[in-house]
Structure formats: C-alpha cells, structure tokens
C-alpha cells in the first residue's frame, strides 16, 4: 500500500476529496457573504441561517411534496431568495446609512429567530435525506474510491462559484453591481434603481447559500444548527481571503477546506482549529487578507 | 479636573448621582428580602459581565463578538482551581481574572489589526477557535463540564456557604467591578477612548497611539468579564461549554444593546430584563433563541439607544452631563 507521511494514500485521497467537499461550501458562502457585503455593506450574520432555510426546504419539498433532489435545488434556493428579498425589504432596508453595527445584529438577531424557529417546530435532531439514485454509487480510482455524490457537489459548487464570477466580471449586470460597490450615488443619477439592485443581490447571496443547503443536505444531517456553525468558519475564510474578493473567497474556501482535512489526517484533534489559527496568522502577516486590496 | 467651586448644574449633577448611588445601594441591601437570592446574584454577574463588555462596545466603540471566552473560560479556570487545587474563593478569583487578562491581551493583539466588521469576525472565529480547545482540553470534561464545585471560605474567615451571605459578597466584588469600570470611564484614559471611537484617524493623528489605548481597554474589559465568569462559579457551582460558546458572546450584547450601549448602568438593567424574560421562558417549551432574536430584532428597529439611553433623550439637559446631551442629542 502507497504510504504519504505514514498515512495511507487511500485515506489520504479520501480526506483530500472530504476537505475539497467542504471547501466547496466555504467558497459558496464566502462568495455570498462577499458580494453582500461589498454592495451593501453588511456582515449578512443570517447567511448561515441561509443555508439553513436551503437545507430544510429541500427536507420538506421532498418529503411532504414529493419534488426530485433537481427540483429542490432549483426551487430551494429561489425560496430562500424571497425570504431574502422580504427580510431586505421589510427590514435591512431601515438601517442603510446607520453604523453598520446595526445592520450585524440584526441580521444576527434575524438568524437567531429563525434557527430558534426550526428548533421549535423540527427538533435540534438533523433529518436524514436521501441521496438521489443517479449518483449514489462510487467510482474505484485504482488509488482511491470516489463517491459520485461528493464529485457532483464539487463540481455544481465551483460551477456555480465561476458562473457567479463571469456574471459580475462580464454582463452589464455584473458592470452595474461593481459600479454601485464604488458609487452608488452616482450610479443611481444614471438611472439605475439602486435600491432594486440592493435587494437583488441580497436576495442572490441568499440564493447562493440556499443552493449550498441543498447540496449539503443529503451529506450532512439537515438539523437548525447546520448552518450557524459553519457560518464561523466561513468568517474566518472571509477574512483570509479578505472580503470583496471573489477569487479570495473561492481559494481561500477551497484551501481551507484541504488544510482541514489534511489535519485531520496528520494531527485530528487540530482539525478544528487550524481554519482560526490560519486566520490569525494571516491577519499578522497580511492584516487585509490574502487578496484584500485596501479599505 | 473638577474644581473645589462646582457650577450649579454640575453641582446638581453630582448630587443626583450620589441619591442614585445611594438608593441603588439599598436596594442592593435589601433585595435579598424580596427576590431569590440567587437569581439576583445571577443577575449581578451578568450585570457585570454586560458591563464589561460595554467597556469595549460602547466606550472603545468595537464591536466584540468573543467575550464568552473571558466569561467562561475564567469560569472553566476558577472551577479547576477550586475543585482541583483547593483554592479558596478569593484566590480562585483572581486566578480566573488572570487567565481572563492573558487570554484577552491575546485576542486582543490578533484582533485590533483590523477594524469594524473585521474586529467583530475575528473576535468570534478567535473565539470559537477557544471553544473548540476548551472542548478538548481535558481539565474541562467536555459535554460534562466541571460539576460539584466547592464552595470555599474567603480568606479562610468569612464562609460563604450560605445564600444570603455569598449574595452579600458577590455584592460587593460586583460593586468592586462597576467602581473600576466608572473609574476608566472618567478618567483622561477613558476620554481618549471616546476620541478614538469618534473619530480614530484624528486621533491618530494628535499622536495618540490608538491601537495600545484599544488593547488595554480590551484587556480590561476581559479581565472584568473574566471577573463575572469566576464570580457565577461561586453562585453555581458548575463551569460547562455553553458559557464559552458564542450564543453566549451574542446575549451578553444583546443586554447591553437592550440596556443601553455607552451608559453606565444600562448594561446591568439590559442583564435583568433578558435574565428575566429567559426566567420565563424557560418553563415552556420555546427556545429561548426565539427570544433572543425577537430581542436583537425589535432594539435594533425600535430603540437603538437602549432603555437608559432613551430615558436620558427625555431627561431635561440641565440634568445631564456633557457626554449624555451629546448622545441624547444624535446617534
């Protein structure tokens, strides 16, 4: 057997493909939170709430109405666009042009009421939720055994990540977004509604984070907490990466993610730690972040 | 600063603040005869650990998310101390205060690199990184927790084994902590800590070096909330994760927020209406998160000035002092 530091390749490879799998989610939400907060300047604590909501409204379609895992991931994160778009509407909205500590906690307070919600009515015990048919077998690579499921994840999550970036880089959308990010004011003298904008692209994070939900759902247990742990992690990937930066937040996921799994196999109880003991080793050597340009 | 000679309004400022003083002290006194004694001390600890915590937030002007790990990392410290090693109560305390101190000239020095929403972030992943070692450390049991603590003598002569005289005592490390907190609030430290949070490039640019005036406000501020922790393991003699998890760091905002950020005793009224209503709910059956939430939700639209701090807006301004007109004024 091939052996990699005293570990064997086989468990090695797998973990590497458990450490891109979860780095898929980091860069999702990193991605999410970034765009949010480069255009509306707001640490979105509720987008861990986000991938929660994903997660239960891919449980409850499937179970209740009977949709395919495909329908769910289309419906899912639309579900969550809206409850995003209300939330912006009904109250992000109040607190522009206030210290943005406001806008922190209350979508903190926001992600509590709807964490608590879940809790009441569905218990702190996760759901199972099936892996659809198509991709439930695993593939023998000679080296290692890949599960289909987690491939497709990877793929759909970095898909969806470049997608995001062409969007914003090349469309007159993603030109009208950056062009707010710098001056909103002066955009919206050219006749963009500014404000429409801001809640599309609140509504499109949440959307992003709902779409993690649902990948996430058939491999982690759909639980109200899923996302409330996973969130900080995601902070701390934010700030290496530094926010604002959409290449940032995909690298910076995506290793993040195999610098957990490879802890996990050389030293397991680091495991844990090692996202916030990067952190503060970026902050002391880059304070901005990885790829953050300036304040 | 102040002069043998007061002007009347100050003069009349002064006086109302020692009847205040001296009413909340009898209250202080006599509560016990009313309340259960041990709600109270509850309250007083966190009322302490709000206040702490206000130090940073609403007089240094950073938003710390990370503070559960003073509380209940001085807690996890103070147990092990006391259960462990035999400490009595007074040197238990301290032990925790130190810990509380180093771990937050820790956090601190990683964290006042960056400002703002950045300060928040890091001083929650910081934190959760200090969860997941607590969990892990094997002093501290995980899921169990440290259970049946004792509770010791203070300096070998005053027992505290029972209620009424532990509450006494907790009263008075309580007053101990809000008489250093009202001490560097007014003092010239605490006035270049309101320059800063108003405006740090020009303080910068005075000369003050504000990242060492950030730290040592941080600091002080552990070091109190850590205060807090040890103090609640003499009430309950239990130390467990839920005090270092970041639910935690979030309540003891939320009392603050609820209270009154930037005003003195706001943090302590915030500590009992969220103790209070936490009371309640916790006989039926819906998460307090819901609370919490809700609470977090409806100050952040409604008052933002927080209980005290809309009372000061309708106090008439001969009544107030310099700082408070201004906050009434705007914000």
């Known amino acids: 057997m091939t052996m990699i530091f005293g570990v064997p390749l086989v468990a090695l490879a797998s973990q590497l493909v458990i450490g891109l799998f979860n ?27 986000f991938y929660t909501v994903g997660a239960f409204a891919a449980f409850l379609l499937t179970s209740y109405a009977g949709f395919s895992f495909w329908a769910c991931l289309l419906i899912a994160p639309l579900i969550v666009a809206a409850l995003a778009a209300v939330l912006e509407r009904t109250l992000l909205r109040k607190l522009y042009g206030l210290d943005a500590l406001y806008g922190l906690l209350l979508t903190f307070g926001i992600a509590l009421l709807i964490e608590g919600l879940l809790q009441f009515y569905f218990g702190v015990a996760g759901q199972p939720y099936q892996v659809p048919d198509i991709l439930s077998g695993t593939s023998n690579l000679g080296f290692m055994f890949l599960p289909h499921y987690r491939a497709f994840a990877i793929a759909t999550s970095l898909l969806l990540c470049l997608l995001t970036w062409l969007i914003i880089e090349y469309t007159s959308l993603g030109a009208k977004l950056r062009a707010a990010t710098e001056n909103s004011r002066l955009l919206e003298v050219f006749g963009v509604n500014v404000p429409l904008l801001l809640t599309c692209t609140y509504a499109f994070g949440g959307a992003l984070a709902g779409f993690a939900g649902v990948v996430a759902a058939p491999v982690f247990q759909v639980s109200p907490l899923m996302g409330a742990n996973l969130i900080i992690v995601v902070f701390a990937v934010v700030i290496i990466g530094g926010l604002g930066s959409i290449t940032g937040a995909i690298v910076s996921g995506l ?41 | ?14 006086n109302l603040n020692i009847i205040l003083l001296l009413a909340g002290l009898a209250l202080l006194a006599v509560a016990p005869l009313f309340l259960y004694p041990v709600f109270l001390m509850k309250l007083l600890c966190f009322g302490l650990f709000a206040s702490a915590l206000n130090l940073v937030l609403g007089y240094g002007g950073m938003v710390a998310f990370g503070h559960a790990t003073f509380f209940g990392g001085a807690a996890y410290v103070t147990a092990h101390a006391l259960k462990e090693w035999g400490f009595g109560a007074g040197s238990g305390l301290l032990i925790g205060v130190a810990f509380a101190l180093v771990t937050g000239f820790l956090m601190g020095i990683i964290a006042i690199r960056r400002q703002g929403f950045y300060f928040a972030m890091t001083t929650l992943a910081l934190s959760q990184m200090a969860y997941f070692a607590f969990f892990q450390a094997p002093f501290t049991h995980a899921e169990d927790g440290i259970q049946r603590v004792p509770r010791p003598d203070f300096l070998g002569l005053v027992s505290l084994a029972d209620n009424m005289s532990l509450y006494y005592f907790v009263v008075a490390v309580f007053l101990i902590g809000m008489a250093v907190i009202w001490r560097v609030i007014h003092s010239p430290f605490g006035a270049s800590l309101t320059a800063i949070r108003e405006n740090e490039q020009r303080a910068l640019s005075l000369g003050y070096h504000t990242n060492r005036y950030k730290l040592t406000v941080f600091v002080i501020s552990a070091a109190l909330s850590g205060l807090a922790g040890s103090l609640k393991v003499l009430v309950f003699p239990i130390a467990t994760l839920t005090d270092v998890a970041w639910q935690m760091s979030g309540e003891v905002i939320l009392m603050t927020l609820l209270g009154g950020v930037g005003t003195f005793l706001g943090p302590v009224i915030g500590a009992a209406l969220v103790l209070t209503i936490q009371n309640y709910m916790a006989s039926t059956a819906v998460p307090v998160t819901i609370f919490i939430g809700l609470a977090f939700i409806i100050c952040v639209m409604l008052f933002r000035k927080g209980i005290v701090g809309e009372i000061i807006a309708v106090l008439p301004s001969s009544w107030l002092n310099g700082s408070e007109r201004q906050k009434a004024g705007h914000q």
């Open chain 2, 1 to 14: 600063m102040v002069s043998a000679s007061l002007s009347l309004p100050l003069q009349r400022r002064r």
């Open chain 1, 255 to 295: 290793m993040l993610g195999t610098l957990e799994a490879l802890a996990k196999v050389y030293w397991p109880p680091s495991a844990n730690l090692v996202p916030f003991l990067i952190m503060a080793v970026v902050l002391f050597l880059r304070p901005r972040g990885l790829f953050g340009k300036g304040e």
């Open chain 1, 23 to 49: 780095g898929a989610f980091y860069a999702l939400l990193s991605l999410g939170l970034g765009v949010i907060f480069g255009l509306l300047r707001v640490v979105n604590f509720t987008h861990g709430a």
